[in-house]
């Protein structure tokens, strides 16, 4: 397998905010290059060193850098999505950029040819009971009878190739039931809710803090045939925006959120008021190593874990608002 390796610009005390993040990706491996590190390491009077190569010297004044690989395939191209929204939801919360510049770059391919010679690896994928997923330069196999929900790699997270995305559109087909409100809370793409409707849902609500996945989560539902007045796509912070919140309502049948576990946590607080009595609430995007924390939480805030699904290191879970 080909790897791309991608560095991430930080400083000091953005390590710890950024691999955290990492981590609750399933993203485990990591190397940091810090110049305050390398400072200590000189400093260290207890070692007496004779020489110190010049490669390593470089080191004191370079900028801090989180390295990651990645592999060259559409889970890798799923996961620099994902690093991508993290990025940018971590200088959202960096007010006085003591982060740093939290910009990336990838190392081995440009981009831009990753993403056209994704196309290789993305085929049509069957999800739950219902469902086939399909780039739009594939056929649809003759004679199938499954829901065809047709989506292309984009710069945005969510085609159908994560297990996390499996995981919640199979817990959405399970617990949604024909003429349910839905509420997709960090759409990407907008496959969670744009799957919802071509499962039975009356109409749909979603909302993403980047504004690049609120015009692809729209682009999409129409690519799918979904009417505008079904569909509703808002850029914005569930959690900090107050105005937001009262303009996306409550009541909802079912909500759905496939982020990362520290998000999730933060935005424990407002799911209950987001989701009817009795309604589902379905969370995804959850490493196995942070599973129980992440339920505790929610299950403190008015609901009642009902199911747990998991594939490979990855958890979702449905819960009923009580």
């Not at 305050?36 to 390491?41: K, R």
């Not at 045939?225 to 569930?238: D, F, L, M, Q, R």
């Not at 190593?289 to 998991?310: A, C, H, N, T």
Request: charged letters at 25%; aromatic letters at 8%.
């Amino acid at each position: 397998m080909n790897w791309v390796e991608m560095d991430i610009y930080t400083t000091s005390k953005g390590i710890e905010p950024l691999t955290g993040s990492l981590l609750g990706m399933g993203i485990n491996g990591f190397v940091i290059k810090d110049s305050t590190d390398f400072e200590e390491f000189l400093n260290d009077k207890s070692v007496n060193w004779d020489y110190i190569d010049d490669d390593l010297m470089g080191l004191k004044n370079c900028e801090t850098t989180v390295t990651v690989y990645l592999p060259e395939n559409a889970q890798g191209l799923e996961n620099l999505e994902a690093v991508k929204a993290e990025l940018k939801a971590l200088k959202s919360r960096d007010l006085d950029s003591s982060f740093g510049r939290l910009e990336y770059e990838l190392k081995n391919v440009k981009e831009e040819d990753w993403a056209n010679n994704w196309k290789q690896y993305f085929k049509p994928l069957t999800v739950g009971e219902k469902l086939l997923i399909k780039p739009s330069w594939e056929e649809v196999p003759e004679g199938e009878t499954r829901t065809i929900l047709e989506i292309d790699p984009a710069s945005s997270f969510g085609t159908g190739q994560h297990n996390t995305t499996q995981l919640c559109l199979e817990l959405i087909e399970k617990h949604l039931k024909a003429g349910d409100t839905l509420l997709d809370l960090g759409c990407g793409s907008g496959i969670l809710s744009i799957g919802a409707v071509l499962l039975g849902a009356s109409s749909v609500k979603a909302v993403d803090i980047d504004q690049n996945s609120v015009n692809i989560a729209r682009e999409n539902a129409l690519k799918n045939h979904i009417p505008k007045e079904t569909y509703s796509a808002y850029c914005g912070n569930v959690i900090e925006d107050e105005n937001l919140v009262r303009q996306l309502g409550s009541g909802y049948q079912v909500v759905c959120a496939n982020i990362v576990a520290d998000v999730l946590i933060a935005m424990s607080e407002r799911f209950r008021h987001f989701t009817a009595d009795g309604g589902i609430l379905v969370v995804s995007g959850i490493i196995d190593s942070r599973k129980d924390e992440v339920l505790d939480v929610i299950g403190s805030k008015g609901f009642e874990l009902i199911e747990i699904s998991e594939k490979e290191d990855w958890v979702a879970a449905a819960f009923r608002a009580l």
